[in-house]
C-alpha cells in the first residue's frame, strides 16, 4: 500500500512510531499528483515549495523528540474559497484571478498551527455556485471514477482531490450541498458541520447565513479528527458558536442499539433515482438489522426547501458579491470610459453565467416592492423547516435520506438546465437552511458509481451523526477504489 | 399667501469610540490615508465584521439622554448601493429595527418653548473618503480618484427628527441643543467642521392651516450652524417664490452654497436609490436587558437643561444666561469653576464668560478648553476689579495676552504699569487741570447738561490713559463742579 492511499490516522502512527518521515509521505502524495493530476483537474493552485517545508518543520519536530499533533505532517487540500496569506485564491472565478490574500482564513490557519502540510488550493464552481464544478472560470474537473462524469460541486476539486488519493483529506465549503453531494459522488466522506462551530473568517462569503467550513477524509474516523481541530469560537466572527470543544473521536463508539433513526419520505419520495433509492435503503436496512431503531418520519415543510433555499441564498450573495467592482483588488477592464463603465463591464467580464444569474435573482428579490413576497417568505418557509427538524429531533436521534437523487452526471449534460441542476442539492439544501450537521458516507454503488448515505443531525450532534457514521462504516465495510 | 415651513433634520454625529465599528483600527483623525485599516474595514473578500459594544452603548445613552424609547431587540441591516468609498458596496447599518424610537429636544426659544420629536437614533458605519484628482476636483471630470479608507468603518449614530420645526432658527436651536446633550454625554466631539458632526435638513411649505405636506427638498453641505440657518431661510424664500410663481416644487436633493448664499440642484428624485435592505446574516441580533438600560440610565451625566435649571436656581442666573453657559459642556464647567474660586457675584462672572470671553473665542473659533485662560486667570481678574485695583476697561484690555500667554492677571497688570489710580490727591490735580482746560464743559455741565459730565469723565481717564478709578473721577467732579 502506498502512502497515499492511506488515511490520517494509519500515517499518524506510522510517523510517530518514526517508521516513515512527513517528507516521504509529501512526496508520495506529490508522486501521485504527478501521475493523475492532468486527468482528474482537481486542482487550481498546487503549492509544492512550501508543501515541502512545512513538511520539513514537521520531521525536526518529530527528532527533536515533540510531541506531534494527530494533523501534523498530513498532506491537506484547500478548496480555493478560503483565503490563505500569500497564496493566490481565486474561488473559482475571473474577477479574482490574480487576487493573493492578505491573511489566512481561521478554518486553515487552524489546521496550519496543528502541521498540515498543505498541497494547494482546489477546484471549484465559481464562488461556490453549481452542483457540478463546471462553473469554474478555469476548467471543470473530473470525477475520478470517471473522467467523463462531473464530481459534484460546487466542493468538486476538493471531493477529487481526496478520492484520486491526491491529498490525505481535504476541506470544502456546504452551502446547500456543496461538500455533501461532491462526497456522494466521489465516494469519500465529506460533512457540513452545525452553522457557526467553524469559523467563517477568511472564507469567501457566498451566501453568509448558510455557508459552513468541512472536511473530506477517506473515512469517519479522519473526519472527526480534522473536525477536533477545525471548529472553535472565534472572536472574528459573530455567527460563531461558544462551545466546549469536545474530543470527537470519542463518539465513535462501535454499537447502534437503541439509536432512533428517522427516514423522512420526502426525501425519498420523486426525483430520486430508484436504484440510489434502493442502494440508500439496504444501507438502512444493516443499521436496523445491527440495533438501530429505524421509522418513517414526515418534514412536509421540505417540500419548500428548494424555492426558499433559491431565494435566501441568491439575495445574501447579490450583496456579498458588491464588492467585486474593480476598485480595490481582482479584476478590473483596463479601458474603462467612467465609473459606471467600469463597474458595468469588471463585473459582466469577471462574472460567469450561474453568478450573475444568482446576482439577478437575488437583486430581484430584495428589491422594494418584492421583499416581503420573496425574502420574507423564504425567511418564514426557513422558520417552518426548523421546527420541523426541531420535532423529528424530539422522536429521532438521526435522520438518514440519499446524499445525492442520482450518481454522478456526464460534463455537459445539465449545464444548459439550471433547474435540473438546482434539483441535485434538493436532499442537502434543508440541512443548511436548518443549520444542522450533516455527512455522506459511501454506501454502495451504482453502474460503477458511487452513492452516498446522508446521515442528518440536530444542532450541534456531530457526536451522534458522527457515531452513526462510523457504525455504518464499520458494518458495511466498503473498500472500493477509483480506477485512475 | 401665508406660508409656513416643515423642517426635519437628518444628523450624523461620528462617535468617539476609539476603535472603528465593525474591526479594531483606530478611529484617530487625520493620519495617512490607509494606515488605518485591515481586511473588515477595507472589506477585502472573506472578512467579517464584529460589532463595537462601546458604540452601542453611546448610541443608547444618547436615545436615553432625549428621551427615547429603547428597543430591546434590534437589528444591522445592509444598505446595499456601489460607490467607491464604500469598501463592501454596502454599508452596515439599521432599517426597520433601530436602538432607539420616540425621543424629543425641549427648545427655549426665548419667548416660546416647542419640542422637537426625534422618531429614531441608530447606527451604522461611515465610508472612505474620495480625492478626485484633475478636473475640477469633484468625481466628473477628474483624472482618477484616490480612496482613503481611514474613516470606513468609523461609528455613525444617525438622529432623525420629527418634521416638527418651524423656523430657520429654531432648527439651529436644535442641532445646537443636540450638541450640547451629545457633549455632556462625552459621546462624540460634535464638531461640525471636522465633520465629526454633519446635519441635512428636509424642508417644505404649506399654506398656513394646512395639514398637508408640500414637497420637500433636503438641503446638503451643511456646514456650521449659521450655514444650516442661512440654507434654510434661502430656501423656504425660493420656494415661496416658486410657489406664487406658479412654478412646482420638485423632490430633490440640493447643495448649499456658503459663499453665493444659494442652493442649487444636486441630484433629483429619478436618481432615488433602492437600497435592497435586508438583515446583515453576518451579525447576530442585538438583543438587551432592561436591566441594562436601566444601568446606563443611572450613568447618565447632568444635562444640559438639568445644569440650565440648577444654574438659576443656585446662582441665581437669569433664563438666558444659564442656557448659554449650559449649551457648552466646557463653558459650564469653566463657570463653576471660576465661581468656586471668585466667590463673587455669579451674574458678573456670567457677563464676562459670555461677553468679552466669548467674543474673543468666536474670533478666533477656539474652545475654552483650547486656550491658556483658566477659572484661576477669570477669578483673579475679577477680584482685582472688585478690589479697586485695575478697572473693567483695564481687565478687557489686558484680556487677550491672558489669552495667549496664560500669565495672570496681575502680574500682567504689573509689567505693564497698569494698576488704577485710587489716590485721591493725584486724581483731584488732575480734575482741576482738565476743569481749567474745558470752561465750556464746565458751564454746559452747570447749565443742566448732564452729558458733559460724560466728556469731562473721558478727558480724565484720557490723561490718566484710563487707570483712574471711574467711581472717584465721578464723585471729585461733582465735588468740584
Ligand atoms: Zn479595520
Keep these: 500500500m502506498e502512502l497515499y492511499q492511506m488515511t490520517i490516522h494509519e500515517l499518524h502512527e506510522k510517523l510517530v512510531a518514526k517508521e516513515i518521515s512527513a517528507k516521504e509521505i509529501t512526496e508520495s502524495v506529490f508522486s501521485r499528483i504527478d501521475k493523475v493530476e492532468d486527468k482528474v483537474k482537481a486542482y487550481l493552485l498546487i503549492t509544492r515549495d512550501t508543501a515541502f517545508e512545512q513538511a520539513k518543520d514537521i520531521d525536526e519536530k518529530i527528532a527533536a523528540g515533540e510531541k506531534i499533533s494527530p494533523l501534523a505532517g498530513i498532506p491537506a487540500a484547500i478548496k480555493d474559497v478560503m483565503c490563505t496569506r500569500g497564496v493566490r485564491t481565486t474561488c473559482g472565478s475571473k474577477i479574482l484571478e490574480n487576487y493573493v490574500p492578505v491573511y489566512t482564513s481561521t478554518a486553515v490557519e487552524n489546521l496550519l498551527r496543528e502541521g498540515i502540510v498543505m498541497t494547494g488550493k482546489t477546484n471549484m464552481d465559481e464562488f461556490a455556485m453549481g452542483s457540478s464544478n463546471e462553473n469554474s472560470r478555469f476548467f471543470p474537473t473530473h470525477n475520478p471514477w470517471d473522467l467523463e462524469r462531473v464530481p459534484g460541486g460546487s466542493s468538486g476539486g476538493s471531493a477529487a482531490a481526496v478520492a484520486a488519493d491526491e491529498a490525505i483529506f481535504s476541506l470544502g465549503s456546504d452551502t446547500g450541498g456543496s461538500i455533501r453531494q461532491p462526497a456522494a459522488l466521489c465516494g469519500v466522506v465529506g460533512m457540513k458541520p452545525t452553522y457557526g462551530l467553524v469559523s467563517r473568517y477568511g472564507l469567501i462569503a457566498f451566501a453568509s447565513s448558510l455557508d459552513q467550513i468541512g472536511p473530506f477524509t477517506k473515512d469517519v474516523t479522519d473526519c472527526a479528527i480534522v473536525l477536533n481541530y477545525l471548529i472553535g469560537h472565534d472572536p472574528m466572527d459573530s455567527t460563531s458558536v461558544k462551545i466546549d470543544k469536545p474530543d470527537y473521536t470519542k463518539a465513535l463508539v462501535g454499537d447502534l442499539k437503541g439509536i432512533r433513526i428517522g427516514v423522512p419520505k420526502e426525501l425519498m419520495a420523486e426525483g430520486i433515482d430508484s436504484q440510489v433509492k434502493s442502494v440508500v435503503e439496504n444501507a438502512i436496512r444493516i443499521l436496523a438489522e445491527n440495533g438501530a431503531l429505524v421509522a418513517e418520519t414526515s418534514l412536509p415543510n421540505l417540500a419548500y426547501a428548494l424555492s426558499a433555499y433559491y431565494i435566501i441564498a441568491p439575495a445574501e450573495a447579490s450583496s456579498n458579491l458588491a464588492r467585486f467592482d474593480g476598485v480595490r483588488y481582482g479584476y478590473r477592464v483596463p479601458d474603462a470610459e467612467d465609473l459606471m463603465d467600469m463597474y458595468m463591464r469588471t463585473r459582466a467580464e469577471g462574472f460567469g453565467d450561474e453568478v450573475k444569474r444568482r446576482i439577478m435573482l437575488g437583486t430581484y428579490a430584495l428589491s422594494a416592492g418584492y421583499y416581503e413576497a420573496y425574502y420574507g417568505r423564504a425567511q418564514k418557509v426557513r422558520t417552518l423547516i426548523i421546527n420541523d427538524f426541531n420535532r423529528a429531533f424530539d422522536e429521532f436521534d438521526v435522520l438518514v435520506s440519499p446524499t445525492s437523487p442520482t450518481t454522478a452526471f456526464k460534463i455537459g449534460e445539465r449545464i444548459a438546465d439550471p433547474l435540473q441542476m438546482y434539483l441535485s442539492d434538493i436532499c442537502t439544501i434543508p440541512v443548511n437552511l436548518a443549520g444542522i450537521p450533516g455527512i455522506s458516507v459511501p454506501c454502495g454503488m451504482v453502474d460503477g458509481l458511487p452513492v452516498g448515505l446522508q446521515i442528518i443531525g440536530k444542532s450541534l450532534g456531530e457526536e451522534m451523526v458522527l457515531r452513526v457514521a462510523y457504525n455504518f462504516e464499520q458494518l458495511f465495510g466498503w473498500k472500493e477504489k477509483p480506477n485512475l | ?481
Design chain 2, 1 to 481: 399667501m401665508e406660508f409656513e415651513s416643515i423642517i426635519g433634520l437628518e444628523i450624523h454625529v461620528e462617535l468617539a469610540t476609539k476603535s472603528k465599528m465593525f474591526c479594531a483600527c483606530s478611529t484617530r483623525f487625520g493620519e495617512e490615508p490607509n494606515t488605518q485599516t485591515c481586511p473588515v474595514c477595507l472589506g477585502l473578500p472573506g472578512s467579517l465584521p464584529v460589532a463595537n459594544e462601546k458604540a452601542i452603548e453611546y448610541v443608547i445613552k444618547s436615545g436615553l439622554a432625549v428621551g427615547c424609547d429603547i428597543s430591546l431587540y434590534s437589528v444591522f441591516h445592509r444598505k446595499n448601493y456601489f460607490y467607491p468609498d464604500m469598501p463592501k458596496n454596502y454599508q452596515i447599518s439599521q432599517y426597520d429595527l433601530p436602538l432607539c424610537v420616540n425621543g424629543h429636544i425641549d427648545l427655549d426659544m426665548e419667548g416660546y418653548e416647542t419640542r422637537i420629536g426625534i422618531t429614531r437614533i441608530h447606527l451604522e458605519e461611515d465610508t472612505g473618503k474620495l480625492i478626485h484628482v484633475g478636473g475640477a476636483g469633484r468625481i466628473a471630470g477628474a483624472e482618477y480618484s484616490l480612496v482613503d479608507f481611514n474613516r470606513a468603518g468609523v461609528p455613525l449614530m444617525e438622529i432623525v427628527s420629527e418634521p416638527d420645526i418651524r423656523t430657520p432658527e429654531e432648527a439651529k436651536a436644535y442641532a445646537q441643543k443636540l450638541r450640547s446633550i451629545l457633549l455632556a454625554l462625552g459621546v462624540s466631539d460634535v464638531s461640525m467642521e471636522k465633520g465629526s458632526m454633519r446635519v441635512d435638513a428636509n424642508v417644505s411649505i404649506r399654506p398656513k392651516g394646512s395639514t398637508e405636506f408640500g414637497v420637500k427638498t433636503e438641503l446638503k453641505n451643511l456646514n456650521s450652524f449659521r450655514s444650516l440657518q442661512r440654507a434654510l431661510a434661502y430656501e423656504i424664500e425660493r420656494q415661496k417664490k416658486a410657489i406664487e410663481a406658479g412654478e412646482v416644487i420638485v423632490q430633490e436633493t440640493r447643495h448649499w452654497d456658503e459663499n453665493k448664499g444659494v442652493t442649487s440642484t444636486l441630484r433629483t428624485k429619478e436618481y432615488a436609490h433602492d437600497y435592497r435592505y435586508f438583515p446583515d446574516p453576518d451579525l447576530v441580533p442585538m438583543e438587551f436587558k432592561s436591566d441594562w438600560i436601566e444601568k446606563l440610565r443611572a450613568e447618565l451625566p447632568e444635562l444640559p437643561d438639568e445644569r440650565k435649571q440648577r444654574f438659576m436656581k443656585d446662582y441665581g442666573l437669569p433664563a438666558h444666561d444659564a442656557r448659554l453657559l449650559t449649551e457648552d459642556k466646557p463653558m459650564g464647567d469653566f463657570f463653576e469653576e471660576t465661581i468656586a474660586l471668585y466667590k463673587g457675584d455669579p451674574k458678573f462672572v456670567s457677563n464676562w464668560l459670555l461677553g468679552d470671553i466669548s467674543y474673543y473665542l468666536n474670533t478666533e473659533n477656539l474652545e475654552i478648553d483650547e486656550t491658556a485662560i483658566t477659572p484661576r486667570h477669570l477669578a483673579d481678574l475679577l477680584r482685582l476689579i472688585d478690589q479697586g485695583v485695575i478697572s473693567g476697561k483695564i481687565a478687557k484690555e489686558i484680556f487677550p495676552e491672558i489669552f495667549e500667554t496664560g500669565k495672570l492677571p496681575q502680574v500682567i497688570v504689573e509689567e505693564k504699569g497698569m494698576t488704577q489710580i485710587s489716590d485721591e490727591s493725584e486724581i483731584s490735580s488732575i480734575v482741576d487741570l482738565v476743569l481749567q482746560e474745558n470752561p465750556g464743559a464746565v458751564k454746559e455741565y452747570r447749565e443742566g447738561k448732564e452729558r458733559a459730565l460724560g466728556f469731562l469723565v473721558g478727558q480724565v481717564m484720557r490723561l490718566t490713559k484710563g487707570r483712574a478709578n471711574p467711581q472717584l473721577v465721578n464723585r471729585l467732579l461733582r465735588e468740584k463742579l
